[in-house]
């Protein structure tokens, strides 16, 4: 029998039984489906942490003040130590080696109005280096730059989150918004940036999306620390021009930063790179573990399709005795009825496929779980939904196969 009459004669029979083979179908159906569903939900975690991590820079050490309460502030000022400041980053660019440029930023926490609504904010104080290092834009109008900087001017860019909680249907550039006591003209709002998880130690809670940014001389004129215990700068971030040596320098920075502090330890050291690693092989793991009791649901779908085949050949034993005596070989019969399995399991798969696509669809639209579809994850579930079939269908085929004519035609 020629391959196109075997897939003719097992699509009749598919659809001569629609309930039965339906229903064997679904196991295939659900374990192609999950495997699409649970593999586009690891490949948009990972693409969020990516993200994450290039609005870090991952070439990038980061160096964090730590939180302190004031009696805790009190006893490290005593020790010498007042915090990560300019000085700090200047000792970086100019002591260690492969800088290739240092940012040093100021923080505070503050109230910003317009006109009847109002929202808290962290305000960013930046050089000019950190465009550079971070390579950070807006999304819409301009960001911070060095003409900002120099003539220490009134102007800032919010990010997404609190530009839409003071605007939520006008645009802000041009518009002055209330900082404190102080007026500031909007220049720029930036793009949605990523949100920071508890895995980013001193960054844990950070929403970008809630920052505001202006230049430092604005920063340092403009808002008096209400703290004078409080540090000069609340973190600096280092680009370094040779990835492979972030350990290295880190500990570089490390024992600098120690020499200047007393050893006090007052700062954290963050090294983007290698949080992302830890990261990615968590994700892994997590993704392994999920397709695999995803695939689960496949290999029930194969001892499904096994048990209606093998039903089958009980059904159609005196046919298959027909076909021998009339000439058809083993090799016929085994064809036959592997190609029936086949075809059940690439139904369930093709099924299972756009089921798959639809519930990653779904749960984007329905959660704040982001799902990314790739080619390689569709055609993995689909690969096995056929292996399945021809591994579980051989077994009923060749028991087929197997059977001597005369005693197949006498069956009842």
């Not at 573990?289 to 695939?295: E, R």
Request: proline share 2%; aromatic share 8%.
């Amino acid at each position: 029998m020629q391959l196109g009459e075997n897939f003719y004669v097992a699509y009749a029979a598919v659809f001569d039984h629609k309930l039965r083979s339906f229903l064997t179908m679904l196991g295939i159906i659900f374990g192609v489906a999950s495997v699409i569903a649970m593999l586009s939900i690891g490949e948009g975690a990972k693409r969020q942490a990516i993200a994450k991590y290039q609005d870090l820079g991952v070439n990038n050490i980061i160096i964090r003040d730590k939180k302190y309460t004031d009696e805790e502030l009190e006893e490290i000022r005593a020790r010498f130590s007042q915090g990560l400041s300019m000085a700090d980053a200047n000792a970086i660019m100019e002591v260690v080696p492969m800088i290739e440029n240092v940012a040093p930023q100021a923080e505070r926490e503050v109230e910003v109005q317009f006109e009847d609504r109002s929202g808290k904010a962290t305000l960013i104080g930046i050089t000019p280096s950190f465009t550079s290092i971070l390579n950070y834009s807006a999304g819409n109008g301009i960001f911070i730059n060095e003409d900002h900087y120099a003539r220490s001017l009134k102007v800032c860019v919010l990010g997404a989150s609190i530009a839409g909680e003071l605007f939520p249907f006008d645009d802000p550039v041009g518009k002055d918004i209330k900082i404190e006591d102080q007026w500031l003209e909007v220049v720029g709002v930036m793009n949605t940036k990523s949100l920071f998880t508890e895995t980013v130690g001193e960054l844990a809670s950070r929403d970008l999306n809630t920052d505001i940014y202006v230049a430092m001389t604005t920063f340092n004129k403009r808002f008096v620390k209400e703290n004078l215990l409080e540090s000069e700068v609340k973190q600096i971030t280092v680009k370094i021009s040779n990835p492979a040596k972030l350990i290295e320098i880190a500990g570089i920075i490390k024992q600098l930063l120690n020499r200047h502090h007393f050893n006090n330890e007052d700062f954290s050291i963050i090294i983007p790179y290698e949080l992302l690693k830890q990261e990615e092989k968590e994700r892994r793991i997590y993704n392994i573990l999920l397709g695999s009791i995803a695939a689960i649901s496949l290999l029930v779908g194969g001892i499904g399709i096994m048990n209606i085949m093998l039903a089958s050949v009980l059904e159609r034993t005196r046919e298959i005795g027909i076909r021998r005596a009339i000439g058809a070989k083993r090799k016929d019969i085994l064809n036959q009825f592997l190609t029936e399995a086949v075809v059940i399991s690439i139904t369930g798969g093709i099924i299972g496929v756009a089921l798959g696509l639809l519930i990653s669809l779904f749960i984007t639209l329905i959660t704040d779980i982001t799902t990314s579809i790739t080619l390689y994850s569709v055609v993995i579930a689909f690969f096995f939904s056929v292996l399945v079939g021809i591994n579980f269908g051989y077994f009923p085929a060749k028991k087929a196969s197997q059977l001597i004519p005369i005693e197949a035609i006498r069956y009842e």
